[in-house]
């Protein structure tokens, strides 16, 4: 048992490993200048502060219910305003929002057109409100991080990418680790694609050469994290850089092969043993069942989104006073108990 809570603790240290450095150059901002050429035309805004606390404020959409008036009520920030407006504008009217690392994923039902596509401020300001994932980039950036040292300071971006209809079936995410890709991962791992076994030769050898010619020893750290579309005429394009680390979803891989794996094999049963050439390449099989999408578990039941999308919000407040009496009476009732 000894041994065993020694090799945990371990392996957790090491998982944990990942260093604040990591995490700085993996800011949009950082990146972007030196890549431009090899991902989507984007814009980058610096975030004032008062926008941010409207980020961070929970309570700032107010319902007020004095019988006679129902009003929401969001700040309005006109500078901030026309400068996105300006920026969706150069992008061409339709843009995918993020802030310095993530994009709000997790919020993309609540949109009227269930997507991330934004025309606007207040199309942003929906997403990134509802998103756990646009929380975690504003309050802990540094999680997981094993060095002591303060955090180092944030300046946080809005960033504005012109919206570009990607196919999920082309994109993969590649770990490298000392300026080596170890493993590609199909991106969209709950379904199965089948033009990604026929052409799995092809799509590795053209990811591979993408990434000799255009990132290798080209990117501050030697272990990261890639992800890349292959476009429909073979052309390999970068989405994004991610840290190597548990912060970033390992999707058909687990942290603990791909930081202890000696060989990565493409699949998750054969032992690693034999030494290959290139990565290990993974990608959902017609026999796996195909999975609910990870992001499911962040939605709220349909009825109570109907009701807050609806067009009489009066149903809303009715709905929310129902469960409050519901409640009160499920206590009182609790409180008669011996
Ligand atoms: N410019 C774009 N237009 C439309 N869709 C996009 C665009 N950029 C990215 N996407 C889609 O959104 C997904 C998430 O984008 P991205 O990787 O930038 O977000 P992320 O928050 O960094 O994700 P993760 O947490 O997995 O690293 C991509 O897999 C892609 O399907
Ligand atoms: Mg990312």
Known sequence: LCRN???????????????????????????????????????????????????????TLVWTDDETTTAVTAPEFPEFNI?????INVLGGCVFPKLNWSAPRDANWIALNSSLQCQSLSDIFLLFKSSDFITHDLTQSFLHCSDDSPDPTINYELVLRKWSEL????????????????????????QHYQHIAKQEASISSSILEFFSDHIQYQFPDE?????????????????????????????????????????????????????????????????????????????????????????????????LKLKGQQEEEESDEEGEEP
């Open 5 to 59: 809570v020694f090799e945990v603790t371990q392996i957790a240290s090491v998982l944990g490993s990942m260093k604040k450095e990591q995490v700085v150059n993996c800011q949009f901002s950082v990146w972007y200048p030196s890549f431009k050429k090899h991902t989507i035309k984007s814009l980058i805004l610096s975030i004032p502060q008062n926008v941010i606390d409207y980020l961070l404020d929970d309570g």
């Open 83 to 87: 400068k996105v407006q300006e920026a």
């Open 167 to 190: 196919i999920p079936g082309a994109e993969f995410r590649c770990f490298v680790k000392e300026n080596k890709v170890i493993a590609i991962s199909q991106r969209d791992y709950t």
């Open 223 to 319: 272990d990261f994290v890639l992800d890349v579309y292959r476009d429909s005429s073979g052309r390999v394009w970068l989405i994004d850089f991610n840290p190597f680390g548990e912060v970033t979803d390992s999707l058909l891989f687990t942290w603990e092969e791909l930081t202890f794996g000696k060989y990565l094999t493409a699949s998750q049963t054969q032992e690693d043993t034999t030494p290959q050439d290139g990565p290990a390449f993974r990608y959902t099989t017609s026999e796996v069942t195909v999975q609910p999408s990870p992001c499911l578990s962040y939605r709220i039941p349909r009825d109570f989104l109907d009701l807050t999308t609806g067009e009489d919000a009066y149903k809303l407040i009715d709905f």
